[in-house]
Structures are given as structure tokens and as C-alpha cells.
């Protein structure tokens, strides 16, 4: 195996494992990172994408300028993850904006 995860939020839940699994595996970033980094999603209706607050203001004039009617608003959703490290360990990590902790052995 090279992670397990999963999430809690409803609509949302695929694209925060998405998200999880983009940047951990494409973009080699540890668990925790993945996590923590700003959410965006998508559910076409209503036709606007749902971004965090705390996404970066370049990514949101690209955005804007490709025609998203973006609806800026709070954290959403909550990821856990357990990664296997290249040393055969594992590596857990919980969701800053949840609760709880994924701890790895």
C-alpha cells in the first residue's frame, strides 16, 4: 500500500480525496501538507466553484479570468491519511480543520 484515506463532508468528500492524493503523489508532499493545503470543489449546481478563503489570490484572478464564478468561503471538510514512507514505515496525519488524530506506526 502506499496511503489509506479518507474524509467526511458530505458533497465534498471526493474532491478532498482528490486533493489529498494529487498532492501527496504528483507533487510529493507529506501527509500533513496535503491536508492542510486550501480546498476548492465544484458540485455544477449551482455553477460556482467553492474555494477556501485562504486560497491563494493569483490562483483566484486565473480563476476568474477562465470565467469560475468563485464563492469564497470558510475551511470545508475533513481528510485523514496514513502514508507508507519510502523506509517501509507509516505516516498518519489529521486534518487541521477537523478533529481528532491519525497517528503512524
Known amino acids: 500500500p502506499i496511503a489509506s484515506l479518507g474524509a467526511a463532508?458530505?458533497?465534498t468528500i471526493i474532491t478532498q480525496v482528490a486533493l489529498a492524493l494529487v498532492r501527496h503523489l504528483d507533487f510529493d508532499q507529506p501527509p500533513a501538507d496535503a491536508l492542510?493545503?486550501?480546498r476548492l470543489h465544484h458540485q455544477w449546481?449551482?455553477?460556482s466553484l467553492r474555494i477556501e478563503k485562504?486560497?491563494?489570490s493569483s490562483l483566484l484572478d486565473t480563476l476568474r479570468q477562465r470565467g469560475h464564478h468563485l464563492?469564497?468561503?470558510p475551511p470545508f471538510g475533513a481528510t485523514q491519511?496514513?502514508?507508507r514512507r519510502p523506509d517501509g514505515s507509516f505516516l498518519g496525519a489529521a486534518d487541521p480543520r477537523g478533529y481528532g488524530t491519525a497517528a503512524g506506526w
Open 71 to 73: 464563492d469564497p468561503g
Open 45 to 47: 449546481r449551482p455553477d
Open 54 to 56: 485562504s486560497m491563494p
Open 81 to 83: 491519511m496514513i502514508a
Open 9 to 11: 463532508g458530505g458533497p
Open 36 to 38: 492542510a493545503g486550501p
